[in-house]
């Protein structure tokens, strides 16, 4: 019966970070850098909101765009935070983690014939979606700028069919962010164009030097901005995730989540109304941890004679493969057989990330000191 599946369906492949990660988990003695999921326990005033709430029979269904009092934090999280201001009735949805935000955003706004421009490289969940509904990813390659995605590189790519143009950032895999100038740019090159932008902000509480700014600030009518409490709060189990939109937009978002989920768990929903208010800084002690992370990973990989890019935000880095006639598959695999050390393939992150791999650093210095060695290492036997 297999030849009755919907051949989008068949065309599309699972995730390349997960592929090669669960291809060499269980090896012995492998140091795996390969998982963007936070290294840090859910707090624990959250966990004891979620037994609370399973306590008092806080297990049915919610509203199906989600609890109304966790609707007014996060609206008012995000006032407070960045100040985006929308109604918590009826321009916010509680999702099931940011992935579900960003398929009904998709599947809400798109159609066949339809394009999205994307940067190159970029996160490996947009694409799938995308083609499943019938609209076409179009990459813009952002390698020689920084791996910065601005309106100078978006603009020869707009054509009568674009419906969307994707703003992941900070960015995974590269970590690098936008400024607010480099947004202003973007919102006035689309000001007078019929063209959503979904920004993807889920990583918005994990930028070290500045504070987030969302586009959603200048182009409002036209923005779908995503977030969620996987990386800011480690709560990547918890599956809570928000879109927010303006109602026009948001209330036809709402039909496709309502038959795609119902609403998301009631039980983590009380546990991210306690993330929201109580918790409303619980990421700062782990962005300052991050940070550490990433100085120091950048003094070692740069003294290794890596070609790096500093991440502004996130926890990763993508760098450039130092050898050449090898595919970034192959770099890694041969990674792995020799230095027991993981890491992802760039090709992971679209055709455009081919020649780089992706170090996540959400694991411990000791973890990050030991794969430094051994990169290092290895890297030595290819001179």
């Known amino acids: 019966m297999e030849y009755l599946i919907n051949k989008k369906v068949k065309d599309i492949e699972i995730s390349g970070i997960?592929?090669?990660?669960?291809?060499?988990?269980?090896?012995?003695g492998m140091l795996a850098l390969t998982i963007g999921q936070p290294d840090f326990p859910t707090p624990a005033h959250i966990k004891e909101a979620a037994k609370k709430a399973i306590d008092e029979?806080?297990?049915?269904?919610?509203?199906?765009?989600?609890?109304?009092?966790?609707?007014?934090?996060?609206?008012?999280?995000?006032?407070?935070?960045?100040?985006?201001?929308?109604h918590p009735t009826t321009e916010v949805i509680v999702t099931t983690g940011a992935s579900e935000a960003i398929d009904i955003a998709f599947r809400t706004i798109l159609e066949e014939g339809v394009e999205v421009i994307l940067p190159g490289p970029v996160y490996p969940g947009y694409e799938p979606i995308i083609r499943l509904c019938g609209a076409t990813p179009i990459y813009v390659d952002i390698k020689e700028n920084d791996f910065r995605f601005t309106a100078e590189l978006i603009e020869p790519y707009i054509t009568d069919k674009t419906r969307c143009i994707v703003l992941p950032y900070p960015s995974n895999p590269t970590g690098v962010s936008l400024n607010k100038k480099e947004l202003v740019a973007i919102a006035d090159l689309l000001q007078d164009k019929d063209i959503f932008v979904l920004a993807d902000e889920i990583y918005s509480e994990l930028l070290f030097d500045a504070t987030h700014i969302s586009i959603g600030s200048f182009l409002r009518?036209?923005?779908?901005?995503?977030?969620?409490?996987?990386?800011?709060?480690?709560?990547?189990?918890?599956?809570?995730?928000?879109?927010?939109?303006?109602?026009?937009?948001?209330?036809?978002?709402?039909?496709?989540?309502?038959?795609n989920v119902t609403c998301a768990s009631s039980i983590s929903q009380q546990a991210a109304l306690q993330a929201l208010t109580v918790g409303i800084d619980d990421s700062?002690?782990?962005?300052e941890e991050?940070?550490?992370?990433?100085?120091?990973?950048?003094?070692?990989?740069?003294?290794?004679?890596?070609?790096v890019v500093n991440?502004?935000?996130?926890?990763?880095?993508?760098?450039?493969?130092?050898?050449?006639g090898i595919t970034s598959f192959d770099f890694c695999l041969d990674l792995v057989e020799k230095a027991n050390l993981?890491?992802?393939?760039?090709?992971?992150?679209?055709p455009l990330g081919e020649g780089y791999f992706r170090i996540s650093f959400a694991y411990s210095f000791d973890t990050l000191k030991e794969a430094c060695d051994r990169?290092?290492?290895?890297?030595?036997?290819l001179k």
């Open 18 to 28: 997960r592929k090669f990660s669960n291809m060499v988990a269980g090896n012995e």
């Open 284 to 287: 700062l002690p782990m962005k």
């Open 221 to 259: 009518e036209k923005t779908i901005v995503i977030n969620g409490l996987s990386k800011s709060h480690s709560m990547t189990g918890w599956r809570i995730g928000f879109l927010f939109a303006p109602e026009n937009i948001c209330q036809q978002i709402l039909k496709v989540h309502q038959y």
């Open 57 to 86: 029979d806080f297990t049915t269904y919610t509203h199906n765009a989600g609890d109304l009092a966790l609707r007014q934090a996060a609206c008012d999280f995000v006032a407070k935070k960045y100040s985006l201001n929308y």
């Open 311 to 324: 991440p502004d935000g996130a926890f990763y880095f993508f760098i450039k493969i130092p050898v050449s």
């Open 375 to 381: 990169l290092g290492t290895y890297l030595d036997t």
């Open 342 to 350: 993981a890491v992802v393939p760039g090709s992971a992150f679209s």
């Open 290 to 307: 991050y940070k550490k992370r990433r100085d120091y990973l950048y003094s070692r990989l740069t003294d290794i004679g890596l070609e």
